[in-house]
């Protein structure tokens, strides 16, 4: 069945990396623009970054800019949250979210996608 699977949250000190995975299944992901969001319980969701099909377009969110890197392998059906420099206030449900959008296109809004993980924790904290 149609599914995306993140992992590679956790805890980890101020300073430090942790890289997010989003795996695919069940549909073809290479004509998929793929967009990372978070959510803390409280406040509406946040786009943090988006990649396109193609990975010809990238944007990220300027709380993350300089911070953040996503990237995509589409042999592995799987994209990357590449996270350095952590902040406490990175803290929070990371979500993938998969949206056929055009191929040099992708959104850091919530509407288009249509595939949603199940999301996965990360807490930065000493």
């Known amino acids: 069945q149609l599914q995306l699977v993140e992992s590679g949250g956790g805890l980890v000190q101020p300073g430090g990396s942790l890289r997010l995975s989003c795996a695919a299944s069940g549909f073809n992901f290479d004509y998929y623009a793929v967009a990372w969001f978070r959510q803390v319980p409280g406040k509406g969701r946040e786009g943090v970054s988006c990649?396109?099909?193609?990975?010809?377009?990238?944007t990220h969110a300027d709380s993350v800019k300089g911070r953040f890197t996503i990237s995509r392998d589409n042999a592995k059906n799987t994209v990357y949250l590449q996270m350095n420099s952590l902040k406490p206030e990175d803290t929070a449900v990371y979500y993938c979210a998969a949206g056929g959008f055009p191929a040099t296109i992708c959104s850091q809004e919530s509407a288009g996608y249509d595939y949603w993980g199940q999301g996965t924790q990360v807490t930065v904290s000493s």
């Open positions: 990649i396109s099909s193609s990975g010809s377009s990238r």
